[in-house]
C-alpha cells in the first residue's frame, strides 16, 4: 500500500502568490481530510470530505482557502493569495468507514510563505 | 470550549523505562479515543485506538488507558527505546459523524 501521498513535500513561496498543495488518499478510502500544523496551534483540522463531497469546512481558516475533491484519487488544497501567516505543514488523510475511524496521515507539505 | 489537552508538554525518560503519557478530554460525549506518534519531518502515524466502551486496550509494548469517570486518557510504552522519541498525539471523535480532534502534543525524549 503506497500510503497517502502529497506534494509538494516542500515550497517556498513569495506573500500574494497561489499555492496549490496535491493529495492523493489510500485507494477504497471514502473520507479525505485536510490538517493544518502549526507550533502554535497543533493539527487543525481544515476540511474534510466524504465520497468526494464537503462534509466540514468549518476549520477553513477563511476565503483565501479553498479545497476541492473532483474524484476519489484526488483532492486539492489552494490558498490564494498565500500570506506569511500561512507557513505551516499541511497534511493530508484519509480513512475508511465513519470519522472516527483510523485516519491514515501523508508526509505533509511543508509551506514557507515570505 | 470543549477540547483535548496533554497535561505535559515534554517527558524525558531512560531507555528500558516506562514511559506514561496522559491526556485529559473534556467531552463526555466522546466515543472514539487515538494516539499517533509524530516523528521530526514526518506525519503523524497511528499507534492504538480505543472505544469508550473499553477501559484498556493492549498493543505491543503499548497499552492505552481510558477513564471515563474523570475523563482522562493515557499511553504506557513499556521498555521505552530511543526510537520511541517522538511527539505523541491524544486524538478524540466528539460525535459520530465528525473527524478527529488533537490535542496539543507531548515530546517523548528517550536517552540511552
Known amino acids: 500500500d503506497a500510503g497517502v501521498i502529497q506534494s509538494p513535500r516542500h515550497e517556498v513561496t513569495e506573500m500574494g502568490q497561489e499555492v496549490t498543495l496535491r493529495c492523493k488518499p489510500i485507494?477504497?478510502?471514502?473520507?479525505l481530510f485536510w490538517y493544518r500544523q502549526t507550533m502554535m496551534r497543533g493539527l487543525e483540522l481544515l476540511i474534510y470530505?466524504?465520497?468526494?463531497?464537503?462534509?466540514?469546512d468549518s476549520g477553513m481558516p477563511e476565503d483565501r482557502f479553498s479545497a476541492k475533491m473532483p474524484n476519489a484519487s484526488f483532492s486539492t488544497l489552494k490558498i490564494q493569495p498565500s500570506e506569511p501567516r500561512d507557513s505551516a505543514v499541511y497534511f493530508c488523510?484519509?480513512?475508511?468507514?465513519?470519522?472516527?475511524?483510523?485516519?491514515?496521515f501523508g508526509e505533509g507539505s511543508w509551506l514557507t510563505v515570505v | 470550549g470543549e477540547s483535548v489537552g496533554l497535561h505535559l508538554p515534554t517527558l524525558s525518560v531512560q531507555e528500558g523505562d516506562n514511559s506514561i503519557i496522559n491526556c485529559a478530554y473534556s467531552?463526555?460525549?466522546?466515543?472514539?479515543f487515538i494516539w499517533y506518534k509524530q516523528e521530526s519531518g514526518k506525519g503523524p502515524q497511528f499507534i492504538i485506538d480505543?472505544?469508550?466502551?473499553?477501559d484498556k486496550r493492549q498493543g505491543q509494548r503499548v497499552t492505552v488507558l481510558l477513564n471515563k469517570t474523570v475523563k482522562h486518557l493515557s499511553l504506557q510504552i513499556a521498555a521505552t527505546q530511543p526510537g520511541d522519541s517522538a511527539v505523541y498525539f491524544c486524538?478524540?471523535?466528539?460525535?459520530?459523524?465528525?473527524?478527529?480532534?488533537f490535542g496539543k502534543g507531548t515530546t517523548l525524549s528517550v536517552s540511552s
Open positions: 488523510a484519509s480513512s475508511l468507514g465513519v470519522p472516527g475511524n483510523t485516519i491514515y
Open positions: 485507494s477504497g478510502h471514502d473520507y
Open positions: 470530505f466524504n465520497n468526494n463531497v464537503p462534509i466540514d
Open positions: 467531552n463526555s460525549a466522546s466515543d472514539y
Open positions: 480505543i472505544r469508550s466502551n473499553m
Open positions: 486524538a478524540e471523535s466528539i460525535q459520530a459523524g465528525t473527524a478527529l480532534i
